[in-house]
């Protein structure tokens, strides 16, 4: 995920200045501690390390925006494609068991091994394999698998057409 590698990047980043903050930054008789034979004022050690620790802190805030407004946009499209809510998935995948069956990407206890995983669904080309991809279908497929693919053995678990919105709204967003 390149959000993550950013992150990362940037963590590096923050753990170098701070490196160099504490090697460079003057000792209160005004020699850097590890480098006695410089002159206190050759060179302004504090301020490139303050230099260096602002422009990491600035890299993480701008990684942050980035990645907080790439969630928000991911989850306004998810909306919009299902008028589901996703926030409300969570629950409903526990309610409704689909965590027992299917490893399900940021819902808890969501380990279930017993069929496919549902990261990613939104790239997906079919549903279970035999209809066409779209929102209305997956949603149909989460109500009532059969009258997609009669021989599923996915269960019909009780979830109602709505909460099926929010669940399909929260896989578009994994
Ligand atoms: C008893 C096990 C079981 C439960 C519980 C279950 N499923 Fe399934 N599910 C399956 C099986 C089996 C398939 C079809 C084979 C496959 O895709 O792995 C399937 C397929 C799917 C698919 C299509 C996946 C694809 O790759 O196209 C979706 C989406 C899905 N399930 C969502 C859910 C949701 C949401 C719930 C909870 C409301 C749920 N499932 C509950 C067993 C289960």
Same mark, same amino acid.
């Given at each position: 995920?390149?959000?993550?590698?950013?992150?990362?990047?940037?963590?590096?980043?923050?753990?170098?200045?701070?490196?160099?903050?504490? *090697?460079? @930054?003057?000792? %209160? !008789? !005004?020699?850097?501690?590890?480098?006695?034979?410089?002159? %206190?004022?050759?060179?302004?050690?504090?301020?490139?390390?303050?230099?260096?620790?602002?422009?990491? +802190?600035? =890299?993480?805030?701008? +990684?942050? @925006?980035?990645?907080?407004? /790439?969630?928000?946009?991911?989850?306004?499209?998810?909306?919009?494609?299902?008028?589901?809510?996703?926030? *409300?998935?969570?629950?409903?995948?526990?309610?409704? !068991?689909? #965590?027992?069956?299917?490893?399900?990407?940021?819902? %808890? #206890?969501?380990?279930?091994?017993? =069929?496919?995983?549902?990261? #990613?669904?939104?790239?997906?080309?079919? +549903?279970?394999? +035999?209809?066409?991809?779209?929102?209305?279908?997956?949603? *149909?497929?989460?109500?009532?698998?059969?009258?997609? /693919?009669?021989?599923? =053995?996915? %269960?019909?678990?009780?979830? /109602? $057409? !709505? $909460?099926?919105?929010?669940?399909?709204?929260?896989?578009?967003?994994?």
């Amino acid at each position: 995920m390149p959000t993550l590698r950013l992150r990362l990047a940037a963590l590096a980043g923050a753990l170098l200045a701070a490196r160099l903050a504490r *090697r460079f @930054w003057p000792a %209160p !008789g !005004g020699t850097a501690p590890s480098d006695t034979t410089r002159s %206190p004022s050759a060179f302004p050690y504090g301020l490139t390390a303050a230099l260096l620790l602002a422009s990491a +802190v600035i =890299a993480l805030a701008a +990684v942050g @925006w980035r990645s907080w407004q /790439s969630q928000a946009q991911a989850a306004a499209v998810a909306k919009a494609l299902t008028r589901g809510d996703p926030s *409300r998935a969570p629950a409903l995948i526990t309610k409704y !068991g689909c #965590g027992g069956c299917h490893t399900i990407p940021g819902a %808890p #206890g969501a380990d279930g091994k017993v =069929a496919g995983p549902l990261g #990613g669904m939104r790239a997906r080309v079919y +549903v279970g394999g +035999v209809a066409r991809h779209d929102a209305d279908t997956l949603i *149909r497929w989460i109500v009532a698998p059969q009258s997609i /693919s009669p021989r599923s =053995a996915m %269960p019909v678990t009780g979830i /109602s $057409e !709505g $909460e099926a919105r929010d669940v399909a709204a929260f896989l578009y967003t994994r």
